[in-house]
């Protein structure tokens, strides 16, 4: 016998015990969402080589050693998308949605990095993100971290801490980074290997170095807020402002950075000591050059991303959520040709009950089996349609869940005894 063939390494089935919460988390961020206007937005998995490269840029880890790129049979490179802001922005573009208009989008789905899989962390990874475009001012950068802060109450987490920074106009970031390379070129002795790759390409994102040995030299690092543009200070002041307002407590991260140039003003994180080193479970910011510099008009955008296995991991670890997706009822058919019967009889139960989930026993079996069958498929009900039952178009009931006596409802009366039973 062949060996069966297995996923590919870091790409994972979700089974359907595993779905329910992924089903909970997805209907908590489409209802979150929905509260504040925004509009679900679908791109596609597979992009241009190109955009990745404009957006991310070509000499990063991303697009050198983790896409997965390939020609067609045309003979383009396309890249299968390794994050959703690029696709994101050049749908607006290309749709022309965006030209003189604002607009709240959203989108959920698989991305793809081939790196080193760990908890949390997967090749085929999936993200929910969000992108708003055409508002400049720093209340829709506090609605964007007010509305997260909701969602992490919809789904019972608690323990996140909010971790805000401004990185200013492109003129003070450049002002900035021209001492951060004069800071730490007088201990280049001192850099780690990464830094001192970054030293004269991306010294900002020295300043986010997981790496202890250079904590202390980061921690005397001059600090951008001290070097920020008054544009950038009123607007950070004023994202303070509403956030104290509304209650939402946040740490001020002096080396919360970006390393993209189009990243302005406002970045903010919510992170975690929960998943160990990968402790960022939703990263944000403000992007308002990335539309231009992806052929579009200058246009004001901000926007997020979330990881859903690391939220589907936090809430298995909260243990708060009440996900049940089993069937509500189980029809057992212990009558002799009565599966035509039972089946219209089932879907005028679905007609007449909203939100019912109904499991009707097929492929034959004994009552015993079939009985067997209705507890293990974790139903409240067993709905027992025999020879009897049929002549006197009733359905005998017993409780799988409880000592509760078996009855007997009438096909008429059994819309209405479900609902009040079940709840619906």
Request: aromatic share 8%; with cysteine; net charge negative.
């Amino acid at each position: 016998m062949a060996k069966h063939i297995q996923a590919v390494r870091g790409m994972n089935d979700i089974l359907p015990q595993q779905t329910p919460l992924w089903r909970f988390l997805e209907q908590q961020v489409m209802n979150t969402f929905d509260a504040y206007g925004f509009e679900e937005v679908r791109m596609p998995i597979v992009e241009k080589t190109e955009l990745f490269k404009r957006v991310i840029g070509e000499v990063t880890d991303i697009v050198e050693k983790e896409m997965y790129t390939f020609d067609d049979r045309n003979g383009d490179s396309l890249s299968l998308r390794p994050e959703g802001t690029a696709g994101c922005v050049r749908a607006a573009i290309e749709s022309g949605i965006i030209h003189n208009q604002i607009q709240r989008l959203w989108y959920k789905g698989p991305m793809f990095r081939h790196e080193r899989p760990q908890k949390g962390r997967y090749r085929q990874f999936h993200q929910i993100g969000v992108e708003c475009f055409g508002i400049a001012t720093p209340d829709v950068d506090a609605e964007l971290i007010i509305m997260t802060a909701r969602l992490w109450r919809s789904l019972g987490l608690q323990g996140l801490q909010l971790q805000i920074n401004s990185l200013g106009s492109s003129e003070a970031r450049a002002a900035y980074r021209e001492k951060l390379v004069a800071y730490f070129s007088q201990y280049q002795d001192q850099l780690d290997e990464d830094s001192q790759r970054r030293l004269h390409t991306n010294p900002l994102r020295i300043l986010d170095s997981k790496n202890p040995a250079m904590a202390e030299l980061n921690a005397s690092a001059p600090k951008l807020l001290d070097h920020l543009d008054d544009e950038s200070k009123a607007d950070f002041a004023q994202l303070c402002a509403i956030l104290d307002a509304a209650g939402i407590q946040y740490v001020v991260n002096p080396r919360l950075v970006r390393g993209l140039d189009y990243y302005n003003k406002t970045v903010f994180e919510w992170v975690t000591d929960q998943l160990g080193a990968q402790g960022t479970v939703c990263a944000g910011g403000r992007f308002d050059g990335l539309v231009a510099q992806l052929g579009g008009r200058d246009t004001p955008a901000i926007g997020f991303a979330m990881g859903i296995e690391r939220l589907v991991a936090l809430i298995e670890d909260a243990n708060t959520a009440t996900v049940d997706y089993n069937p509500h009822a189980y029809m057992v058919v212990a009558a002799d040709d009565g599966i035509a019967a039972a089946m219209q009889l089932a879907e005028q139960l679905r007609d007449a009950v909203p939100g019912l989930r109904l499991r009707l026993n097929c492929g034959g079996g004994g009552f015993k089996a079939q009985f067997k069958r209705a507890d293990k498929s974790g139903a409240q009900l067993a709905l027992v349609l025999g020879e009897d039952e049929l002549k006197r178009r009733e359905v005998a009931i017993k409780d799988l869940r409880s000592q509760a006596e078996q009855c007997n409802v009438g096909f008429d009366a059994l819309p209405e005894y479900l609902r009040s039973t079940l709840g619906l």
